[in-house]
Structure formats: C-alpha cells, structure tokens
C-alpha cells in the first residue's frame, strides 16, 4: 500500500528569493498537488542584487530593493503555494571584474559553513524533511551564495540526526535524500532548440548553443538521476518566476519558449541524487523513491 502522501516532506534550499521560483518549482507545485508538505528556505535577502527587468528600473527601486524583494517573494510563494523561511544571511553580490573584487565584509558567501549551518540545522529538526533539495558544489553557477547554499545544506543534512552536533537545536531529525538541482543540461537546450525550430519560430537558443564553453558552463546533464515530470505546472512556475519582477523579464529570454513546446519536448525537472539513506534504482522518476513505502506502511 502506497504511504498517505501527506505524511512526506520535502525541502528545498535556496540561495535568494526568485531562485525557488526558477529551480524546481514546477516540482514543488507537483508534490504540493500531491499532498506533500513543501518548505521553501531562502538563504539571503537579495540584498545585493540588481535589477534584471528593465521595465523594472525605475526611481525608487534600487533603494528599496531589499523590502520589495521580501514582497516579490511573499507574492511568489503565495502562487506556489509553499511555506517558505528566511534564514537572514546578507547577500554577497556577484563579483565582477578582473581580478575580481573582495565579497563585503559579514555577507553569506564568506560566512564558516559550519556556522551558518545552524539555523538550516534547527529548521530541519522543526520541519523534518524526508528530501532536501540544494545546489551542486558548483553552485549550479558561480554565485559565493549559491555555493554557500550548497555548503550548509550538505553541513545541515549530514549533521541533523546527530545528537552530538548544535544541541541545542532541536530533536535530531536525519533527512534520507539530498538532490541536487540539474537542470543545465546541453541535451535539454539542444532538445528546446530543435522543437523551436521544427515549430517554425525563433530559437532562444541558437546563439547560446553555438558559444557554449564548457569551461564557463560545464554540461552537467550526466549527472542527472531522476526527472520529475511535472510539466503540468510550468505555467504556474512561469507565474511565480514573473512575481519576481525586479529579477526577470516577461519579455526577456526565459520566456521565449512557448509552454505547449516545453511540455512536449521535456516535460521533467532534473536532479542528481547527491546522498540516500534509503534504497533506490537509478534512473528514478520521483524524489520519494524509496521513501514512501517505509514511511507510509504500518510498522509491523
Ligand atoms: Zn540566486
């Protein structure tokens, strides 16, 4: 008998508000529909971001930027319709320049990961997550908070069941999966582009494609494990995305594609499954596999 769906919990560990909306989040509404419990934990505030959407770049906005990132988020997490907490870590910004400039002074990206990795500890043992999701150790791009995010949520997984470490956190909970989010694969892109093409209309991608580096973006299809399929919900994911209205562009690049042609031609969100405690088959198709059986069936 499968487990009452309600019983599982799934969290999902993000470095700044719209990345929840942009990584997984046709996923998260998926489980939601499922009856999963979903917790959304933002790492940063977005302090240090800047205004992606031109339409966006009006007076008053750069100044207020971190409140109306905190509003942006409360409007996408309401269309998701997850739980979300903020862990109150400062944004780094993303360093440009050559050589590149120092991170300022007490932001995330130079926080000690061991450190920083209490209050994710102590929202894991609140919450208590059978699959956590997170970045890769690159960050799924070079962002010092992405990288961050990766590094507690990998501190937090490992430490959460164990009675010995932050004590005084909370009871131990041990979270059986940890995904990373996978969803740059070149595959995916040529795939996008070809169904773009084959409609007749213009590929978003032809120019990417073609300067693809592989040093600037290592293709990481390979490391994928388990698709999700959940194209159901891109449109509601797309409306999440666009509540971020300082961070993207309706009219810009990621919304290119028509839904119809995203849903025929890949209709999943990837992830590499990074640690389990549980049994499982690779390829998978659901991040609860090997999950819901123990978790579900009477204890005999
Ligand atoms: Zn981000």
Redesign the pocket.
């Known amino acids: 008998m499968s487990a009452p769906a309600q019983t599982l919990r799934l969290m999902a560990v993000?470095?700044?508000p719209?990345?929840e909306s942009s990584k997984g989040a046709a996923t998260m509404c998926r489980y939601l529909a499922e009856g999963v419990d979903v917790l959304v934990v933002t790492c940063t505030g977005?302090e240090r971001g800047s205004i992606l959407n031109p339409k966006m770049d009006l007076p008053g906005v750069l100044e207020n930027l971190t409140q109306i990132r905190r509003d942006e988020m409360t409007r996408a997490r309401e269309i998701l319709g997850v739980r979300q907490e903020w862990l109150g870590f400062v944004d780094s910004g993303l360093p440009e320049g050559d050589p590149l400039p120092p991170l300022p002074e007490g932001c995330f990206g130079l926080a000690d990961p061991e450190v920083a990795a209490e209050p994710l500890v102590r929202l894991m043992r609140e919450f208590r997550p059978h699959v956590v999701l997170t970045y890769d150790e690159n960050g799924g791009y070079p962002?010092p908070?992405?990288i961050m995010c990766h590094k507690i949520s990998a501190v937090a997984f490992d430490a959460s069941g164990d009675p010995d470490r932050y004590p005084e956190t909370g009871d131990p909970w041990q979270p059986l999966k940890l995904y990373y989010h996978q969803g740059w694969s070149r595959e995916r892109f040529v795939i996008l582009h070809a169904a773009m093409e084959a409609a007749g209309l213009p590929s978003p991608y032809a120019e990417w494609l073609a300067k693809w580096d592989e040093a600037d973006t290592p293709d990481t299809g390979a490391r994928v494990t388990t698709r999700v399929i959940c194209d159901e919900w891109f449109g509601r994911r797309d409306e999440a995305l666009k509540a971020h209205a300082t961070q993207v562009d309706p009219d810009g690049f990621w919304f290119q594609v028509p839904l119809l042609i995203q849903q025929a031609a890949w209709p999943t969100e990837d992830y590499e499954l990074a640690r389990s405690l549980v049994d499982t088959t690779i390829p998978e198709d659901d991040l609860f596999a090997g999950i819901r059986a123990p978790v579900d069936l009477p204890a005999s």
């Open positions: 993000h470095a700044h719209d990345d977005g962002h908070d992405h």
